[in-house]
C-alpha cells in the first residue's frame, strides 16, 4: 500500500497457449499494451475501487491493448480484425473471450493503431469527457483553466480540448524544461511552469493574473492545493488523477487540508470524482470527435514507445515517475500482416 512500484515487481514467463480455440473465443496477437497511473492500485490488495480489481500474485497482469486477430470462433470477429480490450492481457500472443473485444477502424488513426490505446482512446475520452460534464466551459466567457501533469497522457490532451472548447487561455503544470517547451511550442498551450523549478504558487499568479477557472487534476497534492488556492469563485476541478498520492495509503479522491478545503467551501468550487466509465452513452461520438480533431490537425498527438513484453515492469515504473511525454505505450508486434 505504501511505496514505489519498480520493474522487478514483474517478471516474464513463457508458456505454450492451448492449441485450439473454443466457440465464441478469438486468439489475437498483441500490438500494443498500454500502462497508466490507475494500474498502481492494482497492486493493492483492496484498488479503493469497484471497477477495478487487483492484480493477482503469480497470475498474468493485463490493461488496455491492441492486437490482430489470428483465428476466431466469434460471429463478430475474422482473422485480420484489429480488436482493443480493456482487459487485455500482458502476453505476445492470447486467447480471448470475444465478448470483451471491440473491433477498431484504423483510419479513424491514420494507422496508428496505438492511439486507441491513448488521444483516440480511453485517456482521451477522460479527458473530453471530463471537460465537458465537470468543466463547465462557456466559450467566449475569457476563462483561465490550468492542467497539471500537463505533459502526459490525459494532461496534454486537456490542455489542446480546453482551448477548442473555449477556454481563452491555457496554463500547464510539468516536471521539465523541455516539457514546458513541448506544452508551449507544440500543444499550443500559453504558457508552462516547471514545478521543480522556482515557487509554483508565484509563477502562477503571474501567468493567471485573472484567477484559475478551471483545473484539470491529474496529480493532487501540493501542485493541487497552491492551483486551488488561486481559483475563482464558483469554478471547477475537474478530477481526473491524484498521481502523487498514489504510492500511499489515502482514501480516493484525498482529503485536502484543513485551509485548502476551506477556501474550496468558501468559494464555491466543485471537486467531484470523475469516473469515465459512468458515460459510456459518450464514447462512440467522443472516440469521433476526437478522430476528427486529429484528422483536421487540431489535436497533436504525442507518444513515448518502449520495446518488447519484457519491458513491461520498466515502462511502467518510468510512466509512474514521470519518464513519458504524452502516453506512455509499449510496442509488443510491429507486424499487422
Not at 500494443?32 to 497511473?37: E, F, H, I, R
Not at 486467447?95 to 477502424?105: A, H, M, Q, R, S
Not at 496529480?219 to 502523487?244: A, E, F, P, R, Y
Amino acid at each position: 500500500k505504501n511505496g514505489s512500484p519498480v520493474a522487478e515487481n514483474f517478471r516474464v514467463e513463457e508458456v505454450n497457449l492451448p492449441d485450439n480455440i473454443c466457440e465464441g473465443q478469438v486468439k489475437a496477437r498483441t500490438l500494443y499494451l498500454s500502462v497508466d497511473p490507475y494500474m498502481r492500485c492494482r497492486m493493492n490488495e483492496d484498488t479503493g475501487s469497484d471497477y477495478i480489481t487487483p492484480w493477482q500474485l503469480s497470475q498474468v497482469t493485463d490493461g488496455g491493448g491492441i492486437g490482430i486477430i489470428e483465428e476466431s470462433k466469434h460471429k463478430n470477429f475474422t482473422k485480420g480484425d484489429f480488436v482493443t480490450s480493456f482487459y487485455w492481457p500482458w502476453q505476445t500472443k492470447v486467447i480471448l473471450d470475444g465478448n470483451i473485444l471491440e473491433k477498431v477502424d484504423p483510419k479513424l488513426v491514420d494507422g496508428h493503431l496505438s492511439y486507441f490505446l491513448g488521444a483516440i482512446g480511453m485517456p482521451g475520452l477522460t479527458s473530453l469527457i471530463g471537460i465537458q460534464e465537470k468543466g463547465h466551459i462557456t466559450a467566449g466567457s475569457n476563462q483561465t483553466m490550468v492542467v497539471s501533469g500537463a505533459a502526459g497522457a490525459c494532461g496534454s490532451l486537456a490542455g489542446q480540448i480546453g482551448h477548442l472548447l473555449g477556454c481563452s487561455r491555457v496554463v500547464g503544470i510539468c516536471g521539465t524544461h523541455e516539457k514546458c517547451l513541448f506544452l508551449t511550442s507544440e500543444l499550443g498551450f500559453d504558457a508552462a511552469v516547471n514545478y521543480k523549478k522556482g515557487n509554483v504558487g508565484e509563477q502562477l499568479r503571474e501567468l493567471c493574473p485573472a484567477g484559475v477557472d478551471v483545473y484539470f487534476d491529474n496529480v493532487g497534492g501540493d501542485i493541487s492545493d497552491t492551483v486551488i488556492s488561486q481559483m475563482n469563485q464558483n469554478s471547477h476541478i475537474i478530477l481526473c488523477g491524484q498521481i502523487s498520492q498514489y504510492n500511499k495509503d489515502v482514501p480516493y479522491p484525498p482529503p485536502l487540508p484543513p485551509a485548502v478545503e476551506a477556501i474550496q467551501k468558501e468559494r464555491n468550487i466543485t471537486r467531484e470524482r470523475f469516473l469515465v466509465l459512468n458515460y459510456k452513452d459518450k464514447f462512440e461520438s467522443g472516440i469521433l470527435q476526437l478522430s476528427q480533431w486529429f484528422r483536421e490537425e487540431k489535436l497533436k498527438i504525442k507518444e513515448t514507445v518502449i520495446n518488447g513484453l519484457e519491458n513491461m515492469g520498466a515502462a511502467f515504473q518510468s510512466m509512474m515517475t514521470g519518464g513519458n511525454t504524452g502516453k506512455q505505450i509499449v510496442c509488443i508486434s510491429e507486424d499487422t500482416s
